[in-house]
């Protein structure tokens, strides 16, 4: 299974980004798409999952500036950022979850850049 993301750049304060991870191959277990996000210095952190029944939810921190769309049977996942501070830069990464073992998979990551 390949995840690959796209979308990140470099963006003013203020400003949006729409990040988008496509995924391929075969594991018909994957039942959710997640993004995770590594600020400087700080571990990967959960920020949006849609799962296969539809459900989107967002991390407390960013709910009302990011939002999570996708569909997991078609495999493709975006995350729309809106009103970007410098605190959001960071790699923002893609990840699929399965219920079979090992059913774990991460893309590259892609780099947000929020600065003037």
């Known amino acids: 299974v390949q995840l690959v993301e796209s979308g990140g750049g470099l963006v003013q304060p203020g400003g949006s980004l729409r990040l988008s991870c496509e995924v391929s191959?075969?594991?018909?277990?994957?039942?959710?798409l997640n993004w995770y996000r590594q600020l400087p210095g700080n571990t990967r952190d959960w920020v949006a999952v849609?799962?296969?029944?539809?459900?989107?939810r967002t991390e407390d921190s960013v709910k009302g500036r990011f939002t999570v769309s996708g569909d997991v049977r078609k495999r493709l996942l975006y995350l729309d950022m809106n009103n970007l501070t410098p605190e959001d830069t960071g790699v923002y990464y893609c990840?699929?979850?399965?219920?079979?073992?090992?059913?774990?998979?991460w893309g590259q990551g892609t780099q947000v850049t929020v600065s003037s």
């Open positions: 191959g075969k594991d018909n277990s994957i039942v959710a």
């Open positions: 849609i799962t296969e029944g539809g459900a989107a």
């Open positions: 990840n699929a979850h399965g219920l079979a073992p090992g059913a774990d998979y």
